[in-house]
């Protein structure tokens, strides 16, 4: 059974950093393929993906966020980490943590999310 | 503005066929890379529901299916139901993001 749990602070200030944490359970980061990302939807919008990590540490960003993002795993812990700097209210809303089972590209499993609220 | 673009909302009566369009271009559908669809109940996480263009996982009804075609793809629900009342969105990747994965804007589904 596969788990994924997101944990992190729920209200961060503007030009903060912001640092999410997802452990995961059910399978490894290792397996050729498999992928962990990071997706997020403001209050009433769409989904947008901020970044994946692949088993090999390759990893791919939103080229719009690029340069405020970084993504690490840590493998023997089963965790993926995102931050996120100069956090912004614009940055408000769900984010999720989501596996990617193989190199068809689709997520088979989502996180229940943790809303992220950017205020003063 | 996505990179997939979709209907924001359609709309049938209980037992109607409806369809969702999601419109890309040569560098992420054309270009090859399957097309995969979500389920996004209120308030819930998305749900995969179609994935490798055309695929149900177990467990989804065969009232959906999805097809793809060029640089579009499609999602059919058919004998729509009443808790099919939700959001929708189709994913795939787009080779001159970098490989990044993309979403479409999200199409609201209205049982009437």
């Known amino acids: 059974q596969i788990t994924l749990k997101e944990s992190g602070p729920t209200l961060v200030k503007p030009t903060q950093t912001l640092t999410l944490t997802c452990t995961f359970s059910?399978?490894?980061?290792?397996?050729?393929?498999?992928?962990v990302g990071w997706i997020r939807q403001p209050p009433g919008k769409a989904l947008e993906c901020l970044a994946l990590i692949y088993w090999d540490d390759d990893k791919r960003y939103s080229p719009s966020l690029k340069s405020r993002l970084t993504i690490t795993k840590d493998t023997s812990k089963n965790q993926v980490v995102l931050t996120m700097t100069n956090m912004d209210p614009v940055d408000t809303g769900t984010y999720y943590c989501?596996?990617?089972?193989?190199?068809?590209?689709?997520?088979?499993?989502w996180g229940q999310g943790t809303l992220v609220t950017v205020s003063s | 503005q996505s990179v997939l673009t979709q209907p924001p909302s359609v709309s049938g009566a209980p037992g109607q066929r409806v369809t969702i369009s999601c419109t890309g271009s040569?560098?992420?559908?054309?270009?090859?890379?399957?097309v995969h669809w979500y389920q996004q109940l209120p308030g819930t996480a998305p749900k995969l529901l179609i994935y490798g263009d055309s695929n149900r996982p177990s467990g989804v009804p065969d009232r959906f299916s999805g097809s793809e075609s060029g640089t579009s793809a499609s999602l059919a629900i058919t004998g729509l139901q009443a808790e099919d009342e939700a959001d929708y969105y189709c994913?795939?990747?787009?080779?001159?993001?970098?490989?990044?994965?993309?979403f479409g804007g999200g199409t609201k589904v209205t049982v009437l």
């Open positions: 994913q795939s990747y787009d080779s001159s993001l970098s490989g990044s994965m993309v």
């Open positions: 059910g399978f490894s980061l290792s397996t050729s393929g498999v992928g």
């Open positions: 040569s560098s992420n559908i054309g270009a090859g890379y399957d």
């Open positions: 989501a596996h990617r089972p193989g190199s068809s590209g689709y997520i088979g499993h």
